[in-house]
């Protein structure tokens, strides 16, 4: 893999360390052209498809040089530093005809105990595989899918493994309503009250890890919804961030029984408050993480109305803080002990008090602001869809973040990459052309 640099002021001493999103973008790029075919060989080992198609998974565990590709009926195991594909994966061979809606489109791929976790659509029946490498000598297994996998491929749908449990995102229903994020498998199943939110596309989830007090230890969802301000000028989309204690089991049965007993959510603003100009449409998120916890960082990538993108940049410690401290809002009499949203080892055992401000009230009052409070790090009239942060070592042996960005301006158009350092604020965009 070559990347051609134009106009890149800081001399990179590696190659940058994110293949997997370069390869990622062009996995779309390719698929979505007008009737694209992607072929990756070795020997007789070939996947093509003939006609348009927009949809792809892809799964790297960090560490490893494998990248997994999920596809229709397929996963490629594809070992990126030798550009073979290691093993393909057949996923319900029988399941085969001319109707797209029959189809099993692969919509999750995760790492999971001592197997590859892969889900699809499975012609509307939802279904799962725990998949073995060929060594192990082990047979492809198969459970229920409903849950873990949406029923079509344009549904919404998000998956997350942390400390040996798997999180979900999907709709329980074939029109797509009951989408909730819900832990699924490796610990008590919980799920979401169906109030607190309001026709989500989940965007991004990760696990904060505090080594020092892994009982508090968070799980983070990003995602937009329904805006509930239905004036003329409102956008009719809204971005939030919420929040889940990752010991969360449940309430007690007189409340909130397997329902998250932590659920928090706020309003992530990107925009130029002195404009009341906002980009109130999530599209992407990376998360770069720190020793330190509450030094990583959110880099997330927005839409507007007018078609336009930008990019804002979050503290984790600045989001924890709202949670903390802010008001609920609609709630205004005394905050109970414990308070809300606290991470308690036996959730069955919270007050009600506290269970009925988390079930009725779970909104923060308090905004979310980036970093940059007054203007997003990044605006730009183009889509942008996806985002990606690096860290590069220059000549001068010092450690920069490198922010890209990608987008599909159009059919017949290549893959468009724009890279920066962050640490520069008045940067020409650097367009990188990808040979594989």
């Not at 360390?17 to 370069?22: C, E, H, L, T």
């Not at 996995?27 to 996947?47: E, G, I, M, S």
């Not at 969360?248 to 603003?269: H, M």
Request: net charge neutral.
């Amino acid at each position: 893999m070559i990347l051609k640099r134009q106009y890149f002021s800081v001399h990179i001493k590696r190659n940058l360390a994110y293949p997997w999103f370069i390869y990622g973008a062009c996995f779309h790029c390719v698929f979505c052209f007008y009737n694209p075919r992607l072929t990756l060989k070795q020997d007789d080992a070939q996947l093509v498809y003939n006609r348009n198609y927009s949809h792809t998974v892809l799964f790297h565990q960090e560490g490893s040089n494998s990248l997994f590709v999920g596809g229709i009926n397929n996963v490629l195991h594809f070992d990126v530093d030798s550009r073979q594909i290691v093993e393909n994966f057949t996923l319900n061979p029988n399941l085969r005809c001319g109707e797209s809606s029959c189809e099993n489109v692969v919509t999750i791929i995760e790492r999971f105990q001592d197997y590859t976790f892969v889900c699809g659509t499975n012609g509307n029946q939802p279904k799962c595989w725990k998949l073995f490498p060929r060594e192990s000598n082990r047979s492809t297994e198969d459970i229920e899918g409903i849950g873990f996998s949406p029923y079509t491929c344009s549904q919404n749908s998000l998956s997350l493994v942390a400390d040996g449990a798997l999180y979900v995102a999907a709709p329980l229903y074939s029109d797509g309503t009951l989408l909730q994020f819900r832990r699924k498998a490796g610990r008590t199943n919980v799920w979401m009250y169906d109030q607190w939110v309001s026709e989500p596309t989940f965007i991004s989830s990760f696990l904060a890890k505090n080594k020092n007090d892994p009982l508090n230890e968070k799980i983070y969802v990003l995602f937009r919804e329904k805006n509930s301000d239905t004036s003329p000028e409102a956008d009719p989309w809204i971005s939030r961030v919420a929040r889940v204690c990752k010991v969360d089991e449940g309430g007690p049965k007189q409340l909130l029984q397997n329902i998250w007993t932590s659920f928090l959510k706020a309003r992530l603003v990107c925009g130029i408050p002195r404009e009341s100009l906002y980009f109130n449409r999530l599209q992407d998120v990376f998360i770069q993480h720190a020793d330190d916890w509450r030094d990583s960082r959110v880099y997330a990538l927005f839409s507007s109305s007018w078609n336009s993108t930008a990019v804002c940049i979050y503290s984790l410690a600045e989001l924890d803080f709202v949670f903390e401290n802010s008001t609920f809002k609609g709630y205004s009499e005394a905050i109970p002990t414990p308070r809300p949203g606290a991470c308690v080892k036996q959730s069955n055992s919270i007050p009600i008090s506290t269970l009925q401000i988390i079930k009725d009230h779970p909104e923060m009052k308090e905004w979310i602001h980036p970093i940059q409070k007054d203007t997003p790090f990044f605006t730009s009239n183009k889509n942008f869809t996806k985002i990606a942060v690096d860290r590069v070592q220059a000549s001068d042996e010092s450690i920069y973040s490198v922010l890209l960005l990608a987008t599909v301006i159009a059919h017949h158009t290549p893959c468009e990459l724009i890279c920066f350092p962050l640490f520069a604020f008045s940067i020409v965009l650097q367009k990188l052309s990808l040979v594989l």
